[in-house]
């Protein structure tokens, strides 16, 4: 008797199961496609806050200080700015107070520092007007805009797209979003950056030959901004190298300072 109870159990167990199996199919079904594996969300800290800023994508304005501009070799005159991303992925966030590790990346052997300021969108659109944008904005934060020299100069040498110079793996760092409701926003203030404690970019954001605001509103005539989008406004001049065991602080008056360690 005891065999026979066993194996009705066991069968009824099975029934069970088969029936189990049958129901999470059909809520798989309803739910529609999965993907595969998961792909994480970037997302950036909001200081004083437990919630975080979701990343969709990095805008980057290229030469928005005359300075800069010319040692770039280009005519620091107000021509439209121009454009390029990084992947969303290539965001490495480093917290207040803090000096991350940055791994010195593959490739290059001319790897330059470019202190920027960063806003941070929470709405977007097309064709906004100058005096519209920035209540687009969110917040900022200071951030680097880590270049491989070598590489992107040997792709403008031939005429070919920056990607390999600029759109690299880490190459976007940045500190924790700064509400503007805290900070307000940026038309001037001193922005620097130093190696080893001596200092190597030296401005003011009045500096900018695009303010923030005409940057969003420029962007938005090439592309629909988004809620989560962000925009590196560009660095001042006296960009340069750093090798491993290096230390860069940078400095923009009203948000944290942000520093890391090349490793
Ligand atoms: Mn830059």
């Known amino acids: ?24 199919d059909a809520a798989e079904a309803q739910a529609g496609p999965k993907a595969i594996f998961p792909v994480g969300q970037t997302t ?20 928005n200080y005359a300075a800069h501009a010319i040692e770039r070799g280009s005519d620091p005159t107000r021509e439209p700015p121009f454009f390029f ?19 010195y990346p593959l490739l290059t052997k001319n790897y330059h520092h470019e202190v920027e300021l960063v806003a941070a969108l929470k709405s977007g659109g097309t064709n906004i007007p100058a005096d519209k944008a920035l209540d687009c904005v969110y917040g900022y934060t200071v951030g ?17 797209p920056w990607e390999i110079g600029k759109s ?57 901004l988004k809620a989560g989008d962000i925009i590196y ?13 290096d230390v860069l602080l940078c400095k923009l008056e009203g948000l944290p300072d942000m520093s890391i360690k090349i490793v």
């Open 85 to 103: 991303q990084k992947p969303t992925d290539a965001i490495q966030v480093v917290a207040v107070g803090t000096v991350a590790d940055h791994p």
């Open 44 to 63: 950036i800290p909001i200081a004083g806050s437990k919630d975080v800023f979701p990343v969709r994508r990095i805008y980057c304005i290229g030469r």
């Open 168 to 224: 690299f793996d880490h190459s976007a760092v940045l500190g924790p979003i700064q509400p503007v409701s805290k900070t307000g926003h940026f038309a001037k203030g001193a922005i620097s950056l130093a190696v080893n404690g001596a200092v190597k970019q030296n401005s003011d954001l009045k500096n900018m030959i695009w303010s923030v605001a005409e940057q969003i509103s420029k962007l938005s005539e090439a592309f629909e």
């Open 144 to 160: 680097l805009d880590m270049t491989r020299r070598d590489l992107q100069n040997g792709m403008s040498a031939e005429k070919k």
């Open 1 to 24: 008797m005891e065999t026979i109870n066993r194996r009705t159990v066991l069968a009824t167990g099975a029934a069970a199961l088969a029936g189990v199996a049958a129901l999470n």
């Open 233 to 245: 406004s560009g660095t001042p001049e006296n960009v340069g190298p750093v090798v491993k065991g």
